[in-house]
């Protein structure tokens, strides 16, 4: 394992050949690097894993996998639970604060659910207090106004033209990440277009993830709630 | 002039040399071939004018017209009216009947009034009773819905992500024609992402016409009242 | 059930967990909400178009759904009619009047006979008056030139470059949805290019839809029918 | 100006014809509605901005704006403060707090400052402490690290390949706003190439706003801002 | 000027420093090398056609070019002719044979004339007997049919969506080339999408040639004259 | 079958109710119409071919066939002939005359060559002497250039980055029709890449048709050699 | 197999009728024509690289084969290596001489493995000495800094967003060759994004290969070694 | 300045608030960071060359700088040199040793000489052997062999379809270094296309700079000398 002295710019890493695990993530930003499933084995990620909960103290997530690896893997580690309907393995979850940070998910439509189901299932994994709001059209949005104005931050997961997330963003002051779903065909350019769409957004102050990313949208609500809850 | 017989799918054209006017078009389709400004002299523009107004009898239209060749073709051709905010000179418009078929014409915002403006004079010169519902943004537009929904047919005239197009079309049953609109910068890319993002939208039976085309929102209109007046 | 008091801004919406079905859309446009199949299992469709069937009077469409789904849902909720040409399940089927809207369906090719399926079956079952003509390319448009003119409202269903639209759009008087379709290879761009193509169109007052969605091209004809059958 | 009743719904708006001003923002998201300058007279900026800060209590912004018609404008109406750099004019900007939010705005070269300036002026406007860290290149930033680790969200104003996005995204743990920039040329494609890939950046949790819009990312950091201070 | 021996494969070229001419072309192609006008100044231009004129026994000819430089170099060589419409500068047209080849270039709008007027001008400097039809749209192209029948080539220049290709293709045996052209807006996307959509085309043996180059089109006619006269 | 009087504007169809089949080609363009095989079942083929059979005198072929289906046609209809390589079921193909128009295929690597065979094949269906040179990279096309040269037309079937059609066209005098290929990967886009650089080609008067279409190559060579013929 | 005289500016090429393999390339380049295996059979594969074997006196190599082509092809042609990892099978590999050129593969994860296991197989069969560094994540490059520093060359592969390459390239003076790889999701657009970002990346004197291509970026640095070694 | 002690990573910066000029980078990479001119004023430009000049021995370069910025700057810090046709602004040149690194420049047209003329510019600045070999035509190219294969490394400017990078990626040995240009129109897409193209090339080891960059060309150029030169 490198580790540099004083200067410290090179952040400790674990050389397993295959992959540099990033110890030191966790005292730079808060929590355990996060481990992306597709195209490992599972060999490779028992090892990452492994290597993860000796060095480091919190969570340890791997996301998008299939049950078949994730059986392979939980059998080889024990202690992790698998969710398939947001494909995450997770060992040592954060305890949810009394206090917690509220995270509410909102859906446009029942296509978006994977996704969403990621972007919860980070959150909690993580110590945020998440909920999901499916379906949540755009003529059905106003009945969950009130859900949506008591969040610190709201996650949007849209297909399509996206629009729920301008919506959105013109109703609450909280922090609201946008993430474009791939679901949907023909001119929505497999997510592209929500992606774009998104951005030209007349609702000030919303921000967007990649195509997908329910990880990419929890992992931007939980550098949010670290300052806030620095700041308290 | 061509003129075919009784087999007729050849439609009488009057050859100018530079442009051949489609002379049976009023009988075909209910209203004089409308001119396009672009790229024409005023020589030939005055040219194509005095043929339709010659051979047709309703509204002669020239869209998209700088103020100087429209002066200069206004002078040759007495009689029509040049209006700079919707660049349209326009001949012998059309009455507009007691019981009129009503259009409402949304924009998103400011930048969006060109575009209203020539939607709106088309659909006046060809005898509709249309007016504009400026700036009507996402949260504002609940503030109109009433006059949204009294309408006939609406045309959304909306540039960034187009967002307002859904929410329309979920407000109203009537025809909704949504006008990308290439106002904006960045992600909006000149109007395509709205284009792209209105057909994505998961607004029922909403249509889409080319970005900018107030023209095209107000023909498709025309189109519709034809159909509905013809049927009543 | 939520249902708000005399703001009533929000719409009725009956929330199933996984889904909010918009129970209010039929006294606001005249249409229960449709059900878009993909990715909704068999058990989420039978509680939508439960709760469809109980809360509102006219008919109830599921779209895209495969014949094994629609199996399953068919013999969970009685009264449904599959056809595996247009996908559609349908539940209530509109009755037809006596002076019904007429609308053609048009196709260039062999190729676009899916997406014209599905046209048809929706206009069908929201009670239009629907036939369609495979296969009218360019060259042989001319042929049902009579049919096409005797319509209230034309859809034409054409991949490739999609100038079938156009030349349509040039032949009559009525309202023209163009659907592009992703038949073809190359350069047809899985339909991108059909799209970009009718709206750069010359035919005035054409309007599009998504790629491939005779549902969209049969929405917008019921918009269209709905206030021709008003101003009766 | 509509205003509604209990439900609400429907934001308070001044209507100016021309514009309705959603007077009701500030009460619903903590700040005025801010004007976007381009496309609008020096006549109707006057009108807008004096509809709010008759209406509201808070800051009030134009963005984008050139020198002459901030001239005409602050001539109009007395108070405003304009900015060549940064394109602003401001009347009343919130004061800084004793313990204001820190935010660090940093730009990976010389031709990211106007966009940089753009994000400084709005996040001072607001109220929370803001600082520029110019020509961070990725050799550079090291250099910069403990400024940034001292901040309460970071905003990176980058075009090329706004690899610094990542880079700096890796080194913090609060809240990081990426701006892609539309400078450089050639594969930049004007800031599109940076937006594409700051979205698929390996920094977990980077969020991303639209192309050039220092406006957009200090909104982000200014709802960020509100609900951390909510909290405290 | 490099020349090689009996290997010959290495075309005799004349290096004038700033160009290499190519004056094997005559003798390999059939024609001198034409000189694209655009970034060459009037001094380059002058020496490259000089090099022509002496080396070359055919028609010389200059494309695109201004009618500033145009004078310059037509004064420094005397012989030449420049037509302001085609922009081209021809020394040596070649003359028109008793039994020419009949090329008929058709225009879908007036906006198109002027690509129409390159492909003319070329076709008559290397001696086809060419003609323009102006204005050729969708509904007025079966008037011109027999015209059209009559070629032994035809070249159809459109914008917008480029259907008159399509349709052309259909009613003619004789090859025809389509030049996309950059006018229109919008979804025309500066000529691409009548590109893609020509190349999308269902008239089978339509060929395609880059956006607005009337030249190409008639090079390319000029390649099947030359055969087909070879064979007689 | 509908049939026009003295207009006959409208061409003769076969309606089989899934097509309308063009009887009428043949007279109009030299060549029955060509079945484009996906998406079609073997029945419908089966009805189209045979009408063809019965109405036309000519060559019929069905393209991009599978063996599977081929083999039902096959046996439903006899006579027909069905190649692998090429894809196309072929009845009546016409004689070779004595002194027929000479096509070469040229491919720049292996994997053009499914596409060559698609050009070749259909080139001697329609009686025109055709062969195939494979492989002739950028490096070893001059081995082959007086093959080339004693070509009456050349098809040039390139992925990648489509050089080989700039190169060919500099070394022949007649008629050189590009196929782009969508072999290769990466920054090919699936041929889109080669498409485009064909057509910004320098080599003058090279035409291109649409992405993997070796049969468009064959019939715009077939329409060339039609008028040359034509005109001996 | 075709040779020419002094001229010789055709390569000498073995025809074998689905190739014609460039037996001269070894002489003109220094290293034998490399197959690419997709789309060739197993046979044809024996029989370029038998013809290659034969003529040609260096390394023998086909790139991207399936274990099961590689079998057949193996078996039929004794003598080669087959690696899983990187797809080759490899003939006569150069030996890695005393003083070898050093390669350092990067990649910036584990995703990126497949196309750095063919990079380095590529350059060890060409007798360079070269070396793998996984999953060098951006906050993981420092720590690798001086095995960077001390090789001749440094290849990048790196999916996502790519600044791993503008990373490495700022930190060593040697030749950097980058390679997008097609890994990741969304935004990311297979390989497109990170292919456009390192042509705009602000590390001066990065160079680019194809999405994938492990190979071509080995090939580029054995041009480079072999310049550099030639000057020794 | 900061300047960091034995960890080193932070490269020392000179930090002069506008910009931080990396005065590390001539002992880390063997030459001065060099000043892209848009977007920054005279004095700016004049700071920077000032510290350059102070903190550096080695070459001084100003990249695409207009006639009158350069004249200001000149003025300012005498000893540099301006050359209008590549747009460089130079101070203290490398001497070119007496055994030089031999770099040819070729363009395929004279569009492509500005391009060239940078990066002839950029490699005589830094002490290479650069010539220019101009309008190398694909069929001219043959004739320049013999000084393509007496070259240590090769640029290639090429516009429209990029075909000379392959044709010269095939004749030399040497290393290529393709720039994309965006001279042409239409298809050519400014540049996008040659850059595509050159990417999908066959020629084995092609590398790629982005689009108009003759400077990131010459700076890959002078990476290989210093290797090569490092070896020696």
Redesign the interface.
């Known amino acids: 394992m ?1 580790r ?8 400790a ?1 674990l050389d397993l ?4 695990v ?1 110890t030191d ?1 966790e005292s ?3 929590l355990p690097e ?1 481990v ?1 499933g ?3 084995t599972a060999g ?1 990620i028992r090892g990452i894993v492994t290597g993860l909960l000796t060095h480091n103290a919190g969570p340890v997530l791997v996301t998008r996998l299939d049950e078949e690896t994730a059986a392979a893997v939980g059998e080889a580690v024990p202690g992790g639970r698998y969710d398939a309907a947001s494909r995450l393995l997770v060992w040592r979850p954060a305890p949810t604060p009394a206090r917690a ?1 509220r995270v509410t998910v909102v859906t ?4 978006d ?1 994977p996704v969403a189901a990621e972007a919860l299932g980070v959150c909690r994994a993580v110590g945020l207090a998440a909920d999901v709001v ?7 949005v ?2 969950v ?1 009130d859900r949506l104005q008591a969040s ?2 709201v996650i949007v997961a849209a ?5 729920l997330a ?2 959105v963003g ?8 946008a993430v ?1 779903v ?8 497999e ?23 329910g ?2 949208a929890a ?2 609500v ?3 709630a ?4 620095g ?2």
């Open positions: 490198t540099q002295g004083d200067g410290g710019q090179a952040a890493a050949g295959y992959a540099r990033d993530r730079r930003q808060g996060v992306y597709p195209g490992k490779q940070f446009a439509g029942t296509a659910l499916a379906d949540a059209g755009l003529d059905r106003l009945a106004r610190d931050a297909g399509m033209e996206g629009a301008s919506v013109g109703l609450v002051r909280c922090p609201v990440v474009p791939s679901s949907g065909y023909g001119a929505g350019l997510g592209v277009t929500a992606l774009l769409a998104m951005h030209a957004s007349c609702a000030a102050g919303l921000t967007v993830v990649n195509i997908d990313s990880f990419a992992m931007a939980h550098r949010i670290q300052i806030a809850e700041r308290r």
